[in-house]
């Protein structure tokens, strides 16, 4: 089993920053990737940044962040990080923290969770 514990939310300006963590623990050599998505009301859920957790450590970004957030990993703390530049109030969502695998040239499947954490854009 995989815990993943997040953190990091809280309220912030447009124009702001954030960074959020995800620290992973248990059997995480189920794992290969890591990932957030987030959820805003009336909206569906989006896939956000998810990175490998292997060699290379390959990043992939929804468009609608690429070049505002940036998806990191340090693997002796077996913690993800989230850093988001620019936010917009249209980031506003509960930002989760997912882990799952994704074997070479197949579909990311993330079965494991952790808490949202709020991430609130607002003047």
């Known amino acids: 089993q995989v815990q993943l514990v997040g953190s990091g939310g809280g309220l912030v300006q447009p124009g702001g920053s954030l960074r959020l963590s995800c620290a992973a623990s248990?059997?995480?050599?189920?794992?290969?990737?890591m990932a957030w998505d987030r959820q805003a009301p009336g909206k569906q859920r989006e896939l956000v940044a998810y990175?490998?957790?292997?060699?290379?450590?390959?990043?992939y970004y929804a468009d609608s962040v690429k070049g505002r957030f940036t998806i990191s990993r340090d693997n002796a703390k077996n913690t993800v990080y989230l850093q988001m530049n620019s936010l917009k109030p249209e980031d506003t969502a509960v930002y989760y923290c997912?882990?799952?695998?994704?074997?070479?040239?197949?579909?990311?499947?993330?079965?494991?969770w952790g808490q949202g954490t709020q991430v609130t854009v607002s003047s």
């Open positions: 997912r882990g799952g695998s994704k074997p070479p040239g197949g579909a990311l499947v993330l079965e494991y």
């Open positions: 248990g059997t995480i050599s189920s794992m290969n990737a």
């Open positions: 990175i490998a957790t292997g060699p290379g450590g390959s990043t």
